[in-house]
């Protein structure tokens, strides 16, 4: 198992082979596909950012209009409004191919707020602080911070300080999960996670 694996069989590109997954009590294949993926927001190491303006970028995928305060709005909780606001032309800033224009930090805290306006009641978080510098992972973290709150939230992350605060780790070896827990637990009872928090967090490894 490849914790990607996971997430496409939670967002129906896969059906599962064995077993079966469920939204609440009902099984999440007798859910209508498009309103089953309208309550999932996602946001992945490199975050699709299109060619055109901060305004389409926010609003791509999503159905009805949406005013500029509420843009707005969700550019702030997602730490972004300065940096737009700052921009020449604002919301209707072309931000280029790829989002060439902005940084990397920009472009992820624009895919949070975009999942900010879609306010899914699933959030799946896809390594999404790896490809940041110290200073944007930090702002980026904030960000998700305030994402999660509220909502059921799926996390693939090496940097451990995406997770700490889980209700539950589950940790892939190899493609197999070789410990579950919380953070305390697992350091605690599973060494290579022990070692993995000594590494990223300089701290004392306790005894096992």
């Known amino acids: 198992l490849r914790a990607e694996y996971a997430f496409s069989l939670l967002e129906r590109f896969y059906a599962p082979t064995s077993g079966s997954i469920k939204f609440g009590d009902t099984d999440i294949e007798?859910?209508?596909l498009t309103n089953y993926r309208s309550q999932i927001g996602y946001v992945s190491q490199d975050s699709a950012i299109m060619a055109g303006t901060i305004r389409d970028n926010l609003t791509y995928g999503l159905d009805g209009?949406?005013?500029d305060e509420q843009l707005w709005n969700v550019?702030?909780?997602a730490f972004a409004r300065?940096?737009?606001e700052e921009m020449p032309d604002k919301l209707n800033t072309e931000v280029g191919e790829r989002?060439?224009?902005?940084?990397?930090?920009?472009?992820?805290?624009?895919a949070i707020a975009r999942a900010f306006?879609?306010?899914p009641k699933i959030l799946m978080l896809d390594e999404a602080t790896a490809s940041l510098d110290s200073e944007s992972e930090m702002k980026v973290q904030e960000a998700l911070t305030n994402l999660m709150k509220g909502r059921t939230t799926l996390v693939i992350a090496h940097r451990l300080a995406t997770i700490v605060d889980s209700d539950k780790i589950y940790f892939i070896e190899k493609g197999r999960v070789t410990g579950s827990g919380t953070h305390d637990e697992l350091v605690r009872t599973h060494e290579t996670y022990a070692k993995y928090v000594a590494e990223q967090f300089k701290v004392d490894t306790p005894a096992m």
């Open 30 to 32: 007798e859910i209508n």
């Open 65 to 67: 209009t949406y005013t």
């Open 75 to 77: 550019l702030d909780l």
């Open 82 to 84: 300065k940096f737009v």
């Open 99 to 110: 989002g060439v224009k902005i940084s990397g930090g920009q472009r992820q805290r624009i």
């Open 117 to 119: 306006l879609r306010n």
